[in-house]
DNA sequence: TTAATAGTGTCTATGAGACATTATCGG
DNA sequence: CCGATAATGTCTCATAGACACTATTAA
C-alpha cells in the first residue's frame, strides 16, 4: 500500500514500461472525446465519426463521438488532445471548447479499464460545411440522444453534454459561439431558441442581451423582404458572458 | 494512423502488457484526487495528505490532495474509486461528492504523462473530526489556496474547486451538504457566508431557503442566552436545489 | 396597400436588497 | 427591565413575461 497510495513510490519511468520500482501495476487506458454540436438545417446538430471494423476493433462500423487515444508523443495535454481530434475531423482550429467530465470504468471498453476525458465544443454552421473528414458525418439531436445506436458509453456521455449545454444556455452567452461573424438579434434568439427547444420572449431577449457587454453593432443591415435586421458580431474579447438570471424560472 | 485514431485498432488486452495487434503504446498515468471540504472553526478547510519520502518519490513530504492511482482490481469506476479515497482519509462513506474536472499533461508528473480525475466533496465538520487518517490534516483556505507549497498541480486543481464551490454556492444549496443532521436557518446562512466570504441578507436567504423544497423544520429548538431558533434538517431527498437567480449580481 | 419581420413600449409579477419592527429567550 | 438573537414586515428596485404597438422593407 505504500508506494501505489498517494501517487507515491517508485522510480520515475517512461510510458507504460514495466519498471521494477513502483509503478509496474496495469494502466488504463486514456482517451478523449469531444461532443462537437452546431445549428445546421435549423436544428441542433452533434458530429459522429463511423468506426472501423479491423481486427479486434470493438463496436465495429458503430457510430462514435470524434476521439481516441491520448498520443503522449503528439499531445503536450488533455486541451491539445481534443483541439487536435477536433480539427483533424472539422478542421476548426479557435472553437468554443469545454471540459464536460471524464468516465472511467473497469466496463466500458471491452479492451481493459479505460478512462476518457470529454469535451464539448461548439462550432459555427459555416465551419461546419468546410472541412469535414470523410468518416464525420452531422445528426440531428432527437431529444437527448440521436437516433444511430453509439458505441462504447458514448450515448451516455452526448446525454450529458446536451444537458450541459441547455443548461447553460439559461444563463450564458454561449450560443453566440454557434454564430456565424455577422448575425442579427433575431438570428441569435432563434439559435437559443433551436438549442432550448422552447421560444423566447421577444423582448426579455434583446434587453438582456443588449445591456450584456457581448455583441456590437456593425455599420450593416440584414435585407430581405422585409424590415432590415441590424448586423451584429461578437465583441473582440469574447469569453463567454454568465447572467444573473435563468430565463425563466425551472417549473 | 489506422488503430489508434477513433479508439480503434487491437486485440484486447488488459492493463499495460506491450500486446502485439494495435494496444502497444505507451500509457499515460491515471490518478484520481479529491477536493475535501469541510466547515471548520468557522472557516471553509481542505483536507491535504502529507507525501512520503521513499525511493523516487515526486514532491516528498509536501502537502497533497488525497488522491492516487486508479486500481483496475480495486475500483469498478472513477466515482468508486474516489469514494475509496475519500473514505480511506475520512472515514467519510456518503458525502457530497461531484467531478471536478481532469487535468493532464506531459509534465505535471516527473513520471511521466499523466491525468487525475479530480473530484470534490462537502462533509459536514462532525464527520470531518471522526476518522481522520493520520497522515491527513486540516488547512483554512487563504484566498483561492492554501499556505502550504502543494505537489503536482494540486494547487491549480485547488483554486479551481474553490472557484467552483463559491460560484455554485451563489444559486444552489450546496452548503447544506456542509451543516450537521440538524441546523438553524442563522446556521445555514452563516455556512453561506463563510463559503462565499461576504455577508447575506438575512430576509431575502430565509425567503429563498424556506421556499425551496429542501429543508423541513423538526420539533426542536436551539436553545440560547437568547429567542431560541427552529431547527432543521435536510428533507430525505435531498438532491442539491438550483435557484433561478444568484444572490446578488457580480458586479 | 399588404404581408412580414424588426424593434419599442407598457404593464404586471417576482424576488432580491435594505432596513425597520416585533418576538422570545436568559439573566 | 435589558441584551441578544430569531423571525417577520415594508418599501424600493431590477428584470423577466406577456403582449400591444410602431417601423421599415419588398412586392
Redesign the interface.
Same mark, same amino acid.
Given at each position: 500500500m *505504500?508506494?501505489?497510495?498517494? #501517487?507515491?513510490?517508485?522510480?520515475?519511468?517512461?510510458? #507504460?514500461?514495466?519498471d521494477p520500482?513502483?509503478?509496474d501495476?496495469?494502466?488504463?487506458?486514456?482517451?478523449v472525446d469531444v461532443v462537437i454540436f452546431t445549428i445546421r438545417l435549423d436544428a441542433l446538430q452533434v458530429l459522429l465519426?463511423r468506426?472501423?471494423h479491423?481486427?479486434?476493433? =470493438?463496436f465495429p462500423d458503430a457510430f *462514435?463521438l470524434?476521439?481516441?487515444?491520448?498520443?503522449?508523443d503528439k499531445?503536450?495535454?488533455?486541451d491539445a488532445c481534443a483541439r487536435r481530434k477536433l480539427a483533424e475531423k472539422t478542421g476548426v482550429v479557435s472553437p468554443y471548447l469545454e #471540459?464536460l467530465?471524464?468516465?472511467?470504468? *473497469?466496463h466500458r471498453? =471491452?479492451?481493459?479499464?479505460s @478512462?476518457t476525458?470529454a469535451y464539448f465544443a461548439l462550432i459555427p454552421a459555416s465551419a461546419a460545411e468546410a472541412a469535414l473528414a470523410a468518416d464525420a458525418q452531422w445528426f440531428p439531436l432527437a431529444g437527448l440522444g440521436v437516433t444511430p445506436k453509439l458505441a462504447?458509453d458514448h450515448a451516455e456521455i452526448l446525454q450529458a453534454a446536451v444537458q450541459r449545454l441547455r443548461n447553460k444556455v439559461e444563463y450564458t452567452s454561449l450560443p453566440a459561439y454557434l454564430m456565424p461573424e455577422e448575425f442579427t438579434l433575431p438570428e441569435l434568439q432563434r439559435t437559443y431558441e433551436i438549442v432550448l427547444d422552447r421560444p423566447l420572449e421577444k423582448s426579455a431577449f434583446r434587453t438582456r442581451m443588449l445591456s450584456a457587454d457581448l455583441i456590437e453593432p456593425i455599420e450593416k443591415m440584414r435585407k430581405g423582404p422585409n424590415r432590415p435586421a441590424q448586423l451584429y458580431r461578437l465583441k473582440p474579447a469574447a469569453t463567454p458572458v454568465?447572467f @444573473?438570471?435563468?430565463f425563466? *424560472? =425551472?417549473e
Open positions: *505504500a508506494g501505489r497510495q498517494g #501517487q507515491g513510490g517508485g522510480t520515475p519511468s517512461k510510458g #507504460q514500461g514495466r520500482a513502483g509503478l501495476f496495469p494502466r488504463p487506458l486514456t482517451t465519426v468506426r472501423g479491423g481486427d479486434g476493433e =470493438p *462514435a470524434p476521439g481516441g487515444f491520448v498520443d503522449v499531445d503536450a495535454d488533455l #471540459q467530465g471524464s468516465w472511467g470504468s *473497469a471498453d =471491452p479492451r481493459g479499464w @478512462a476525458h462504447f454568465y @444573473a438570471r435563468t425563466n *424560472a =425551472p
